[in-house]
């Protein structure tokens, strides 16, 4: 298996310096370049054409949402991992409705941080558990909640499994949680995004943590 090429996009040298330093050491992983700034983040993206972006939501007075946004209209697919100092409800939202695959905070571990690189250049989506706590009161709620609102063409056990995929987790590990098959679980989150008119777990993410909030 080839190493993931990663493009590292912060406005910090130090910051770049010590993932560089990190990711050197790792063998899944091969950082090709890094930039500043988000026409910098963009050239660099169409010149490289990086597997992942490791990306910073402040650059300096931009920010990395137009990164993500415009990286996801290129004709190739890299993947977007934010790395950033915000655990803040709206800005996670915002990353996952900008089109991002994953949201990792800054002061997370290294084997973490490697893990989700790995898992977001697998195709998977992941959120910082730093996070998750409100995704996860969230999912209780929907559980419980029994009256008409923006989830009523879903099943209660789709809305189970969006609200897993909300909170990050896999496939794989949303079928041990609900003892599943993970084709099983697959064919659920098929018909859960073509039920909202979606096509990435991002999206679906996206979705409910903004509209069960309303719920």
């Known amino acids: 298996m080839s190493a993931i090429r990663i493009l590292i996009v912060d406005d910090h040298d130090c910051v770049c310096a010590g993932l560089r330093t990190l990711l050197s050491g790792v063998p899944t992983v091969d950082v090709v370049g890094e930039a500043r700034n988000v026409s910098m983040a963009l050239a660099e ?77 697998a195709g998977q989506f992941v959120l910082d558990p730093a996070v998750t706590q409100s995704v996860i009161g969230r999912v209780k709620g929907l559980d419980a909640a029994s009256g008409p609102g923006r989830f009523d063409s879903l099943s209660p056990q789709e809305r189970r499994i969006l609200g897993l995929v909300a909170k990050g987790q896999t496939n794989k590990e949303i079928a041990n949680v609900m003892g599943l098959s993970d084709k099983t679980v697959k064919n659920y989150l098929s018909k859960v995004l073509e039920k909202l008119q979606l096509s990435r777990r991002s999206e679906a993410a996206a979705f409910f943590v903004q509209h069960s909030k309303t719920e």
């Not at 490791?54 to 137009?66: A, H, P, Q, V, W």
């Open 45 to 121: 993206t169409r010149r490289l054409k990086p597997d992942l972006i490791l990306l910073d939501i402040r650059l300096g007075t931009e920010s990395g949402f137009d990164v993500c946004r415009q990286v996801r209209e290129l004709p190739w697919k890299t993947r977007v991992l934010f790395l950033t100092s915000s655990a803040d409800d709206a800005v996670v939202l915002e990353s996952m409705s900008a089109g991002a695959d994953g949201y990792i905070v800054k002061d997370v571990g290294s084997a973490n941080l490697i893990r989700a690189i790995e898992t977001v250049a």
